[in-house]
Nanobody, 113 residues
């Protein structure tokens, strides 16, 4: 499966961004999916995950600010990010949950203070 993340950019602290992820396979609808991020010099960390049925979990650092969602009919995964903070700056990746070893191309989110 190929996963393509998009929607990143430069935003001021307190701003919002919406990330999108396109999956290439129709079996997307039965897979749990996730958003991870990787800040410079750090490992990938889980941001949020969502089951095929729509149940979500969030890292404590983003809970209440970020919302993960999916549209199975279109093989799309989303991450709405509000009240962004400089510490949210990272490359964001979409992946299965648990994640596959292959990360694909992420999208860079830069939050300025």
């Amino acid at each position: 499966v190929q996963l393509q993340a998009s929607g990143g950019g430069l935003v001021q602290a307190g701003g919002s961004l919406r990330l999108s992820c396109t999956a290439s396979e129709s079996i997307f609808s039965i897979r749990a999916m996730s958003w991870y991020r990787q800040a410079p010099g750090k490992e990938h960390e889980l941001v949020a995950a969502i089951t095929a049925g729509g149940s979500a979990l969030y890292d404590a650092s983003v809970k209440g600010r970020f919302t993960i969602s999916r549209v199975n009919a279109n093989n799309m995964l989303y991450l709405q990010m509000n009240s962004l903070k400089p510490e949210d700056t990272a490359v964001y990746f979409c992946n299965d949950y648990p994640p596959l070893d292959y990360w694909g191309q992420g999208t860079l989110v830069t939050v300025s203070s």
